[in-house]
């Protein structure tokens, strides 16, 4: 496969993951509000830890309010990272793979594209009707990737984008929730509003099949535990760096060794960390301290997947290796 190929089509499904995240998280954001009478700063201002922009958000707003948060991740043309933006750049990664995608998923995505670049309408809606046809629009073209994509080396880069995506956002949304609402150690796994850790969860969809696990009353270090080692919670890390493993090692038997050789034994010693991992023990060590150390290494193995597959090498003998 053509490094370009390879490299829209992680962007392209990574992009559309990291839409659906930012969705989820202002829906949530925005029920939580409601539920507090609107008097909800600490949750708008978590939204925009959690996409990790505060300076540019602060740059470009003087206040933090809800309507500047939501203006700011849903449609603001300066932040590369807002839901308009996400699905542009996706739309563009796919134009450019066009013949590779099924024709229903670029046309879906295309769809959205236009509905959010050039229909005015769509932006005077209430936001709880913006979020809806946005999530069922990026839900519909990751039903169309998992129904009609054939299991080659295209459905696997596509995999890899949301794997990586999905694991990096569930972390960054704990570590803000956790870190910055239970700051001082002798405070982690004290008392802390239900409600936050209930949003926390719905937030990635997971507060139903966490309640199938946990009958006892909510506490702050089994929401940590479902999120981070939940081996079969689609969102968990666990499960991610798993399936990232498997996905890797599918794409080596194909491609032969990744060009960076530190790729494999990385990412099998995050794998190993993750699998064998206590929550008392990392909450004990500092889970602030673990998530940041897990991003790092996500940013590390994203790095080698870039050298390995994504960025095209050297001509040799006037030829372009792929």
Request: proline letters at 5%; glycine letters at 4%.
């Amino acid at each position: 496969m053509l490094c370009r190929v390879a490299d829209s089509l992680y962007w392209l499904f990574r992009y559309i993951e990291r839409a659906d995240n930012l969705v989820r998280f202002l829906d949530v954001a925005w029920g939580m509000a409601l539920d507090s009478s609107g008097q909800s700063p600490s949750e708008w201002n978590s939204l925009i830890e959690t996409c990790a922009d505060r300076q540019l958000f602060t740059r470009l707003n003087s206040s933090s309010s809800a309507q500047a948060v939501i203006h700011f991740i849903t449609r603001e043309p300066e932040n590369p990272n807002s839901i308009l933006n996400c699905i542009s750049v996706a739309r563009e990664n796919a134009r450019q793979i066009r013949e590779i995608l099924p024709t229903e998923l670029f046309e879906e995505l295309n769809s959205l594209y236009l509905l959010l670049q050039e229909d005015p309408r769509f932006w005077q809606q209430p936001l709880p009707d913006q979020l809806q046809q946005i999530s069922r629009s990026c839900q519909t073209m990751v039903g169309i990737q998992a129904c009609t994509m054939q299991r080659d080396q295209s459905w696997l880069f596509a995999t890899l984008g949301q794997l990586m995506e999905r694991a990096d956002k569930t972390a960054r949304l704990l570590d803000v929730k956790y870190f910055l609402l239970l700051p001082q150690l002798e405070d982690v796994g004290g008392a802390l509003d239900e409600l936050q850790w209930i949003a926390l969860l719905r937030s990635v969809g997971g507060n139903q099949m966490f309640r199938r696990q946990q009958r006892s009353d909510i506490s702050p270090a089994q929401v940590a535990q479902f999120l981070l080692l939940n081996p079969a919670f689609p969102r968990s890390v666990r499960y991610c760096i798993e399936q990232m493993m498997q996905v890797i090692t599918a794409i080596q038997q194909i491609n032969g060794p990744a060009t960076s050789p530190e790729l494999s034994p990385n990412l099998e010693k995050l794998n190993h960390f993750w699998a064998n991992a206590c929550i008392n023990d990392l909450i004990n060590s500092g889970l602030h301290e673990a998530i940041d150390s897990l991003q790092i290494q996500l940013n590390t193995i994203h790095g080698q997947l870039q050298a390995s597959y994504f960025t095209t090498p050297p001509c040799t003998s006037g030829f372009a290796i792929n």
